[in-house]
């Protein structure tokens, strides 16, 4: 039997091509965030499935609050400090990223 297609949320593939991630690197990186276990991971998560349900929430507290970069940045370090994304698709996701942050830690 095949391996269980995990559905990514369009609100990620949003920001997956905001940030220009790479369409493999974004799967590897929402499945590491779908079998998270971590406070950080999982609150990312939610936040974007919640966006998923209900986009009438305020988007401003999606991508400035939850979703800010520190908060995003801190979300992959947590993944990779519990085994579920490696060192190296976390670099390459950090480094797409950071290319996307203005020098004051927000985003473009």
Request: proline share 7%.
């Amino acid at each position: 039997m095949p391996p269980l297609q995990l559905r990514i949320p369009t609100v990620f593939w949003q920001f997956a091509a905001y940030w220009h991630l790479p369409a493999a690197l974004t799967r590897a990186w929402w499945q590491a965030l779908s079998q998270s276990r971590y406070a950080q991971p999982t609150a990312l998560r939610q936040a974007w499935l919640l966006w998923e349900g209900a986009p009438i929430a305020d988007p401003a507290s999606l991508v400035h609050g939850t979703g800010a970069p520190a908060e995003v940045i801190a979300a992959v370090e947590a993944l990779v400090h519990e085994g579920r994304l490696s060192r190296l698709l976390a670099s390459q996701v950090e480094e797409c990223l950071l290319a996307r942050v203005t020098r004051e830690g927000t985003w473009q």
